[in-house]
């Protein structure tokens, strides 16, 4: 029993990071695309990792009901969730505003002058 992680390595990677992590990606995207707001993408993320807790459950016999790895998955949801939202910001802004702003590096922008 790893301290991130309930059984193995193998099993976080595949269901919280490439599942979870791939719906919290596009999530992320989507909620930048439609102009709302982060606490938003927080809220919608910590129900996906409810969902994620029951594939841990369901799949792969880990406990449905612990805070701690709740929180854990949450977090980590969370992060790819305002990577994918950062990314998608910055690229609405320097498209659509390409008068105003120019790309800074892929996580911000910065004014054009």
């Known amino acids: 029993m790893?301290?991130?992680?309930?059984v193995d390595f193998a099993r976080f990677f595949f269901v919280t990071l490439v599942i979870g992590g791939?719906?919290?990606?596009?999530?992320?995207?989507?909620?930048?695309?439609?102009?709302?707001p982060i606490w938003l993408l927080v809220f919608?993320?910590?129900l996906l990792g409810l969902a994620i807790r029951f594939f841990h459950f369901a799949l792969f016999d880990g406990t449905l009901l612990t805070l701690r790895y709740y929180l854990i998955?949450?977090?980590?949801?969370?992060?790819?969730?305002?990577?994918?939202?950062?990314?998608?910001?910055?690229?609405?802004?320097?498209s659509l505003y390409s008068w105003l702003?120019?790309?800074?590096?892929?996580?911000?922008?910065?004014?054009r002058r």
């Open 101 to 111: 702003y120019e790309r800074a590096n892929p996580f911000a922008w910065r004014d």
């Open 73 to 94: 998955d949450s977090a980590v949801l969370i992060g790819v969730a305002l990577l994918g939202y950062r990314i998608k910001r910055v690229n609405q802004m320097v």
């Open 22 to 36: 791939g719906a919290a990606f596009m999530a992320g995207r989507a909620l930048a695309g439609s102009w709302r």
């Open 44 to 46: 919608y993320t910590l």
């Open 2 to 6: 790893g301290i991130l992680w309930e």
